[in-house]
C-alpha cells in the first residue's frame, strides 16, 4: 500500500512539473508575441504611409533628387518598385552577399521596418 501511494505521489508531481513548464513557455511566448505587436506595426503596412516614410528618412539624402548614388533613385513609386522587383531593394538593406550594404556607411535599418520592407514587396509592392 505505501509504495503505491509513492508512486501516485511521484506520478503527480512528475505531471505538475510538465504542466507547469508547459504553461511557462507558453506565457514566454505570449509576451513575446505582445511585445513584437505593440512596437512592430507590420499590419497595416502601405506604400505612402510606411515605405515612402522609411525610405525618405533613411535613403533619400543620397538617392533623391539632389543625389543619386548609383543611378539610384527612391523618391516615386514606380522607381521603388523596380528595386523590389528586381531584389536590390531587399538585398542592400538586408546586407545580402552581392548588394552594397544599405544605408551605405550607416547603421542597417531596425529587424521592424525591415520587415515592414519585406511585407510590403511580398504584397506585390501596392502604390497604396
Ligand atoms: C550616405 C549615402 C547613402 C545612403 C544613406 C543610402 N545609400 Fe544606397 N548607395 C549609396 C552608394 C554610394 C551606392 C553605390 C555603392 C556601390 O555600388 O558599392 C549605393 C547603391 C545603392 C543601390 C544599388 C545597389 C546595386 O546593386 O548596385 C541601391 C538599390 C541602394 N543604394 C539603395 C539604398 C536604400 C534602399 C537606402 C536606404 C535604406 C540607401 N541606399 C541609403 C549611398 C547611399
Redesign the pocket.
Known amino acids: 500500500m505505501p509504495r503505491v501511494a509513492g508512486v501516485a505521489v511521484r506520478l503527480a508531481l512528475a505531471a505538475g512539473a510538465g504542466l507547469g513548464l508547459s504553461s511557462c513557455a507558453y506565457q514566454n511566448e505570449q509576451e513575446l508575441f505582445a511585445s513584437e505587436q505593440l512596437t512592430c506595426d507590420t499590419v497595416s503596412v502601405t506604400y505612402r504611409g510606411t515605405i515612402a516614410p522609411?525610405?525618405a528618412q533613411?535613403?533619400q539624402?543620397?538617392?533623391g533628387p539632389t543625389?543619386a548614388?548609383?543611378g539610384?533613385v527612391?523618391t516615386a513609386h514606380h522607381d521603388v518598385q523596380t528595386?523590389g522587383r528586381t531584389g536590390?531593394?531587399l538585398?542592400?538593406?538586408q546586407h545580402k552577399p552581392g548588394?552594397?550594404a544599405?544605408?551605405?556607411?550607416?547603421p542597417m535599418?531596425a529587424p521592424c521596418d525591415i520587415n515592414k520592407v519585406k511585407i510590403w514587396v511580398r504584397a506585390g509592392m501596392p502604390d497604396n
Open positions: 522609411l525610405l533613411h535613403c539624402r543620397c538617392h543625389r548614388e548609383s539610384v527612391v528595386l536590390q531593394l538585398g542592400v538593406i548588394y552594397p544599405m544605408p551605405d556607411g550607416g535599418l
